[in-house]
């Protein structure tokens, strides 16, 4: 008695209202409702770097990128995509892109992806509520997804990188073991780049955390957590050795 309700339960619910509204209604609105969704960027920038609840942050990484990619939607002949691989051909092209709202919807539609996947086999992923293995259009390499999240991590701009984050963690919900050994390959490795690291670190924390708070689906093989602990401890080590972390 006396204490503050936690925030976050509400913050979900927000969230998930917010998120189904980007979701479901893609097309242009009014000059004042885009504003009024514009303006919810900032906001969500900080709840995603900020905020204590991993599931609030995860949510507003992918909202923020959502609401980046909308002044993308105008963007005249482009294609469909009709299966999951042309998809991803299209993020990939986007990715490159040298407008942010593009590369913003890019990282959306892999947390998308990621959201609505399954684990098929030690290679590949499977969209839900297909059979694996019944048309191979549906099933897509796990390392090329991993490979499109990692270069969205790359991006200067905030909306962008943060989705990305949400999409790693995504991914790693799908297949958790994949998941966390790929980013303690990453964080461990001097030969990332620091502010990569910091960001690949951010998810891995995130994904870890999820984990502690008793998810049932999410447990991590024992094998998988001794392969991280080493190396994370190789990694400190090497650096502490080279003068540098």
Do not use: W
């Not at 999820?210 to 999410?218: E, Q």
């Amino acid at each position: 008695e006396g204490q503050e309700a936690d925030p976050a339960p509400l913050l979900s619910i927000a969230l998930g209202i917010l998120t189904a509204i980007l979701e479901l209604g893609e097309e242009k609105r009014d000059e004042d409702e885009e504003e009024a969704l514009q303006s919810l960027a900032p906001a969500l920038v900080r709840l995603a770097e900020e905020y204590y609840d991993v599931e609030v942050k995860e949510m507003a990484g992918h909202a923020v990128a959502m609401i980046g990619a909308r002044r993308a939607d105008t963007v005249d002949g482009e294609k469909k995509a009709e299966t999951v691989g042309e998809m991803l051909d299209q993020v990939e092209e986007d990715l490159k892109s040298r407008s942010p709202p593009i590369r913003a919807k890019a990282v959306a539609n892999l947390t998308k992806l990621a959201r609505t996947a399954v684990k098929a086999n030690d290679d590949m992923i499977s969209v839900v509520g297909e059979e694996p293995g019944d048309d191979p259009r549906k099933l897509v390499p796990r390392d090329r997804v991993l490979g499109l999240i990692l270069e969205g991590l790359q991006d200067e701009e905030s909306y962008v990188y943060l989705g990305a984050v949400a999409a790693l963690t995504a991914l790693t919900d799908c297949d958790v073991n994949f998941g966390l050994l790929a980013m303690s390959d990453v964080v461990a490795s001097r030969k990332t780049d620091p502010m990569m690291r910091t960001k690949v670190g951010e998810a891995f924390g995130m994904a870890l955390r999820r984990r502690s708070d008793d998810h049932d689906g999410f447990s991590v093989e024992e094998s998988v957590v001794v392969a991280m602990t080493e190396r994370l401890v190789a990694g400190v080590r090497s650096g502490a050795e080279g003068g540098a972390i």
